[in-house]
């Protein structure tokens, strides 16, 4: 029989879980594949153990050795002390994917062994539910099979759009955070709806099927979001004074600006390590 494939998460955190509860959902592997470290919290640890019956070894670099893909989940400012310390253990024949926001695929290379197949991704939170936004690009030393690897992997747990490497922080801002804006939204939308006299349940259960319904309209009626927009928007009627009013408080800036931030921010987050590489 052949020997499945076996992943060792650095990192076990928001993201990581986020993977694992999706992974295990959609069948893409058996909770015995999946190995967990951390650096020191052995609470968070247990809990995944609990919780999703992944591995969590005793021995923190046997984890690494034993598995065939290193999934790098810390974050971006601790990725570069997790190289140096799981880095010597990471082989030519592994294939690591990084999670990190910002981080470059140069920058990882340089801390593993020359010919190590690194790939850059950016998945978001809804992958716990199989319906992440996923962005890949192929690092240095990575073939075309590691990129069909990858793209089976996060294909388990939503869709995957291939970008070159300068879109990723682009991508970070806009699909990595996005779902951040839209709880946002909703937070916004519930509240208005119980100050102006819901009552907390029915204010949430309206505007969550709205937000589905809207999700829904877009996708299966494959309309432009302004031509949906304009259907519910009657001449003089309430969706027009509700859109002057966002537009008086310049939602359609928010948003872009938001998004541009976002993506400066990764730049930012990546940028604090390109000096330490090598050309
Ligand atoms: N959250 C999100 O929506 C998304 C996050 N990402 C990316 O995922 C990554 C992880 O984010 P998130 O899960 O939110 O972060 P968390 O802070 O929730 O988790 C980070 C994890 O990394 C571990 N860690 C830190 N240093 C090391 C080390 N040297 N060796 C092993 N493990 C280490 C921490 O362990 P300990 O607790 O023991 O210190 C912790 O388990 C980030 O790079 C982020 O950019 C990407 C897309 C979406
Ligand atoms: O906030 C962050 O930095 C991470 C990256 C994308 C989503 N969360």
Not at 45 to 69: C, F, H, M, T, W
């Amino acid at each position: 029989m052949e020997r499945q494939i076996r992943y060792c998460f650095i990192g076990a955190g928001s993201m990581a879980e986020a993977m694992i509860a999706g992974l295990l959902k959609k069948g893409m592997a058996e909770a015995e594949q999946i190995m967990v470290i951390n650096r020191q919290n052995r609470a968070r640890l247990a809990y995944l153990n609990r919780e999703y019956g992944v591995q969590i070894p005793e021995n923190k670099g046997d984890a690494i050795l034993q598995s065939d893909i290193v999934i790098l989940a810390a974050k971006p400012k601790d990725i570069p002390d997790a190289l140096t310390q799981w880095g010597p253990m990471i082989r030519t024949d592994h294939l690591v994917i990084s999670v990190a926001a910002g981080i470059s695929t140069a920058f990882i290379e340089h801390h593993l062994k020359e010919g190590t197949a690194v790939i850059r991704s950016m998945p978001n939170t809804s992958c716990t539910i199989g319906l992440s936004a996923t962005a890949i690009c192929q690092g240095r030393w990575a073939t075309r099979e590691n990129m069909e690897t990858a793209r089976s992997l996060f294909q388990a747990i939503g869709i995957v759009v291939e970008v070159p490497e300068e879109a990723m922080d682009t991508v970070t801002g806009l699909s990595g955070s996005g779902p951040a804006y839209i709880y946002y939204m909703v937070e916004a939308m519930q509240q208005a709806g119980v100050e102006a006299g819901l009552n907390t349940d029915i204010a949430r259960q309206l505007t969550l099927q709205t937000l589905l319904g809207a999700a829904h309209m877009l996708m299966e009626t494959e309309e432009e979001p302004a031509e949906l927009r304009r259907k519910v928007t009657s001449p003089g009627g309430t969706t027009m004074a509700g859109l002057e009013t966002l537009r008086q408080y310049q939602f359609e800036k928010a948003v872009q600006s938001a998004i541009f931030r976002a993506k400066e921010r990764s730049k930012e987050l990546g940028g604090t390590f390109t000096t330490t590489v090598k050309s």
